[in-house]
């Protein structure tokens, strides 16, 4: 708006909100669109929130059995691993390293063959990478020791081989020869623990080994595949890669978990992208609400505007009038959605079990989904972001009215009275 509001518009507009008996079906349409409008904008950020609360848990169960980012060689395998460590350790954020040897290959056991990616590892360097968040069924790092030919399982890949505890594998890999063609090495090694992750991807296909074993098989003396890294914030993975990669000069690669997972995290923002565009239509239909309703009181109202007209108030006036009107029904409604969708975001986890209860069913049951409850994750961004839409698009939806009102002319409104 060009000028201030004045006083008598703003007292005119807030007055205008009140319904008379003639006007109850215009008041009750402007009761209609309030409703819409905090509904579409409690909506979208208790989705929103649930949304965050997934990806967080996606993140969290993805890095439950890997590291935030590693640091390998860009012609292969990685010889000078403890001074790669020892560099990695150094930089700020970093709060454990520890290498690791990679392959693909197959499973037996039986009739029974899958494919699977087996880690070596040091369990005591790994323990202080991933090991706080491994959630084993049975056994444990323990159970990994050099020249043991143990081998730990996902708990998925464990069922698909039809296993349990002592029964006995052999692990396919193929090796570079020495003219550099693949042969095939075959290892038998004995099942001693099950871990559960809670991500297809490491439940179906993963096992660990010890790495002095791996190596064996894939032919190394002292060299591993890279070294990983756990920081002590898990967004700061890229810079801590992108860090390490320059220190240690050319020849050296670093990734970190946003580019190994992006495929999980572009799909997850594609669908919060698109529940955002959906719900925002309850918003957008509730503003045309706000214009339907205001242009019913521009009709209702047209020989009070033209008093207003007569007693000196201008076209610019009347328009922030109904411009007052409109942006209280909008705004009071967006104050409204977003305390009730702060609330309702805040303990999602206390009402959904409760709607379980009363209802008498699971929304998300434990045997066939990872997670059995429904997680949230408020971010003030979001929160800020739906706001400040809402608000303008309420605001937009008052112009077309009161431009209406304000074309009004006083003499043509005045003949018939």
């Given at each position: 708006m060009r000028r201030m509001i004045r006083a008598v518009e703003l007292f005119v507009g807030l007055r205008y909100l009140r319904a008379k008996r003639r006007t109850r079906f215009v008041s009750f349409i402007t009761?209609?669109?309030?409703?819409?409008?905090?509904?579409?904008?409690?909506?979208?950020?208790?989705?929103?929130?649930?949304?965050?609360?997934?990806?967080?848990?996606?993140?969290?169960?993805?890095?439950?059995?890997?590291?935030?980012?590693?640091?390998?060689?860009?012609?292969?395998?990685?010889?000078?691993?403890?001074r790669v460590?020892?560099?990695?350790?150094?930089?700020?954020?970093?709060?454990?390293?520890a290498p690791y040897v990679g392959m693909e290959g197959m499973l037996r056991?039986?009739?029974e063959l899958r494919g699977v990616l087996v880690n070596g590892i040091f369990p005591d360097?790994?323990?202080?990478?991933?090991?706080r968040t491994m959630n084993f069924v049975v056994g444990g790092l323990g159970v990994l020791q050099p020249g043991s030919r143990n081998i730990v399982l996902g708990r998925l890949l464990a069922i698909d081989l039809n296993v349990r505890l002592?029964?006995?594998?052999?692990?396919?890999?193929?090796?570079?020869?020495p003219a550099g063609e693949l042969e095939p090495v075959l290892e038998r090694f004995t099942v001693q623990g099950v871990f559960e992750a809670g991500v297809q991807d490491h439940d179906a296909t993963l096992a660990l080994v010890h790495?002095?074993?791996?190596?064996?098989?894939?032919?190394?003396?002292?060299q591993v595949t890279a070294v990983r890294f756990l920081g002590d914030d898990v967004m700061a993975a890229p810079r801590i890669a992108a860090a390490a990669a320059r220190k240690l000069g050319q020849g050296y690669r670093g990734s970190d978990w946003t580019i190994e997972n992006a495929s999980y995290f572009r799909a997850i923002r594609l669908e919060k992208m698109m529940m955002s565009l959906i719900l925002s239509l309850i918003i957008g239909v509730a503003a045309f609400n706000i214009v339907a309703s205001l242009v019913m009181v521009v009709t209702d109202k047209t020989g009070d505007i033209a008093i207003l007209r007569t007693l000196g108030m201008g076209p610019g006036g009347v328009v922030r009038v109904f411009f007052v009107q409109g942006a209280m029904i909008g705004w009071l409604g967006v104050l409204l959605g977003v305390l009730a969708g702060v609330v309702l975001a805040l303990n999602v986890p206390v009402i959904v079990p409760w709607l379980e209860q009363v209802?008498?069913?699971q929304i998300m049951p434990g045997d066939v989904y990872y997670v059995s409850q429904i997680p949230s994750e408020l971010e003030g961004e979001d929160v800020a972001v739906i706001a400040i839409a809402a608000f303008i698009l309420t605001s937009l939806a008052t112009l077309y009215p009161a431009?209406?009102?304000?074309?009004?002319?006083?003499?043509?409104?005045?003949?018939?009275e």
């Open positions: 009761a209609i669109s309030l409703a819409g409008i905090a509904l579409g904008v409690a909506a979208l950020i208790v989705i929103l929130s649930v949304m965050n609360g997934f990806e967080g848990e996606l993140r969290g169960r993805l890095l439950s059995m890997t590291a935030h980012g590693y640091v390998g060689s860009a012609d292969g395998a990685l010889d000078e691993w403890p460590r020892d560099e990695l350790l150094a930089i700020d954020g970093v709060v454990s390293a056991t039986g009739s360097m790994e323990a202080e990478v991933a090991g002592g029964d006995g594998v052999v692990l396919l890999i193929p090796r570079p020869g790495a002095g074993d791996a190596a064996a098989l894939l032919g190394y003396t002292s209802f008498g069913f431009r209406r009102a304000a074309r009004v002319d006083p003499a043509i409104a005045l003949r018939y």
